[in-house]
């Protein structure tokens, strides 16, 4: 486990969640089935890939924080309606891919269902200039 944090006589585990930052992190309350996902498994908003990270890197943080997605009873990311497990794996897999075709195909990549806005195709735009 990467990091922990005490809270009287129980533990938040802390996990590296670099992709939509370079320094983003996750915490899993293992005692409630609660993980905090800050900015991934939006069902409101695309994977926004930020100053100084990659497409790449993104998807790496998906593949780190799946074990943990797939325990979890209840999933906050930082945008949009709590989430079940199910509905988090099924975020999870749109999120991947939507990254992959990213990488592939730039601004060509079909945005997931749902998030097909003028504001989600923005972040598109912004998210094809940091693909690699």
Known sequence: ?????????????LHPANGHTVDGMAIWISWAGILLLGDYLSMVELPVIGAGSTATAYLAALER???????????????????????ALAVLAEDVVYLEALRELGGEAELPRGRRTKAQRRIHAENVTRRS
Not at 1 to 7: N, Q, R, W
Not at 70 to 87: N, T, Y
């Open 65 to 87: 924080l799946r074990p943990i997605v797939e325990r979890a009873e209840h999933i906050v990311p930082g945008h949009g309606p709590f989430l079940d497990g199910a509905q």
């Open 1 to 13: 486990m990467p990091g922990s944090c005490e809270i009287g006589e129980r533990e938040l585990e």
